[in-house]
C-alpha cells in the first residue's frame, strides 16, 4: 500500500466513522464499520484522557495552593510555642495537612511554596 492508499484509506475511515457516528453509514462492509467504531471509540478516549489530565493538573494545582496557604500562615497565625514546645492545636492541624499534601505532590511543589514563603517574608518583613 503507497503512501497516498494510505491516506485516502484513513480518510475514509474517518469518513465512516463521522458516518457511522451519525448513523450514515449504509453500503460499507462489516470490518470498515467495526474499524470506525474502533477509530471512533479512541477519538473519544483521546478526548477523556485529555479532559482528566487537565483535571488532574487542575486538582494538583489547588492541592499545592491549599498546602502551601497552610504552611506559610499556620505558623504566622499561631506562632506562639509554650515552655514545653507544643504549639497552638490549630497550627499542628495546618502543619500536618500542608506536609500531607506534599507527600502526595511533586517535589517542585514544596520548593514552589518556600520560595512563595521567602517572598511574603520579604515584602510583610515578617520573621521566618
Known sequence: MTSVDFQQRLRDLVNLSIRTYTGQAAGFEERDSLIAALTR??????????AARAEV???REAAT??????AIWGPETFPEVNEHGQVHFARA???????????????????????KRAEILAITGLAP
Open 41 to 50: 471509540s479512541h477519538a473519544t478516549l483521546l478526548v477523556e484522557r485529555d
Open 57 to 59: 493538573e487542575r486538582l
Open 65 to 70: 495552593t491549599t498546602a502551601t496557604m497552610l
Open 93 to 115: 492541624l495546618m502543619e500536618s495537612a500542608a506536609e500531607s499534601l506534599f507527600e502526595v505532590l511533586p517535589p517542585e511543589a514544596k520548593q514552589a511554596m518556600e520560595a
